[in-house]
């Protein structure tokens, strides 16, 4: 059985488990046992998080749900956003427009579309408006109906900036909201809404929560094995 390198693009005709997308490439589907029980859940929930670290394939996956929404009919748009939140470095000025300014920050969103969509059916969505890739702050006044929205990096949201995104739901829209609490940027004055969404809004009907692991990770063999060292050695990694 061949599969791509990135959450499980089969190419044979062998029809895999837990299929969220046929794309360009094969089908998209589950490959973990983490990955199962996210799409079990976003299967049967409005909203749902998922939560772990690098390399799970949470935002890829996040894409093609929205994707796969989109291309069915379930949804009429599909809003894709992220924290403008630099990782630790200082990016300084950034020269050109403000849309050349923002991109850096939501690369990877355009990384999954770009894996889905040939170059020319993406760019005239892009267009349209029919898939907005934005920062976060932009979400702000907005009421989205008949929308799938993505927040990715949603540990980098503070908690009045996730309680603003989560209430830009409207009739007929889905979301998922990802994120990986062991890698904040905020400064230290500010909390993660992530990190308090958790408490919040855990029992509340229509709302699911999937925690992946080191054995969810999809990209090099080495990256679980790297994430598990700095976990077990935490009280020495600033």
């Known amino acids: 059985l061949i599969k791509a390198n990135v959450n499980g693009m089969d190419k044979t005709n062998t029809v895999p488990e837990h299929v969220i997308h046929y794309g360009r490439k094969g089908a998209i589907s589950a490959k973990t046992e983490g990955q199962h029980r996210y799409v079990e859940m976003v299967n049967n929930n409005d909203v749902v998080f998922s939560i772990g670290p690098a390399g799970t394939g949470k935002t890829f996956l996040s894409v093609a749900f929205a994707v796969a929404a989109l291309e069915s009919h379930r949804v009429d748009r599909i809003i894709l956003c992220r924290p403008a939140v630099e990782a630790g470095e200082s990016l300084g000025?950034?020269?050109?427009?403000?849309?050349?300014?923002?991109?850096?920050?939501?690369?990877?969103?355009?990384?999954?579309?770009?894996?889905?969509?040939?170059?020319?059916?993406?760019?005239?969505?892009?267009?349209?408006?029919?898939?907005?890739?934005?920062?976060?702050?932009?979400?702000?006044?907005?009421?989205?109906?008949?929308?799938?929205?993505?927040?990715?990096?949603?540990?980098?949201?503070?908690?009045?900036?996730?309680?603003?995104?989560?209430?830009?739901?409207?009739?007929?829209?889905?979301?998922?909201?990802?994120?990986?609490?062991?890698?904040?940027?905020?400064?230290?004055?500010?909390?993660?809404?992530?990190?308090?969404?958790?408490?919040?809004?855990?029992?509340?009907?229509?709302?699911?929560?999937?925690?992946?692991?080191?054995?969810?990770?999809?990209r090099h063999t080495l990256v679980g094995r790297i994430l598990d060292a700095y976990a077990e050695n935490e009280d020495t990694v600033s």
């Open 93 to 218: 000025f950034l020269p050109g427009d403000l849309k050349d300014k923002v991109d850096p920050y939501l690369a990877p969103l355009y990384d999954s579309l770009h894996i889905l969509y040939a170059e020319n059916q993406l760019a005239q969505l892009l267009e349209r408006k029919v898939i907005e890739v934005v920062p976060l702050a932009y979400m702000r006044g907005r009421t989205l109906d008949s929308a799938y929205m993505i927040l990715d990096e949603a540990q980098n949201a503070t908690v009045l900036q996730m309680k603003m995104f989560l209430t830009r739901l409207g009739i007929g829209s889905r979301t998922i909201i990802s994120g990986d609490i062991t890698q904040i940027d905020l400064p230290r004055s500010r909390d993660s809404g992530l990190k308090q969404v958790i408490q919040v809004l855990q029992d509340i009907e229509g709302i699911s929560f999937t925690f992946f692991g080191s054995r969810d990770v999809v």
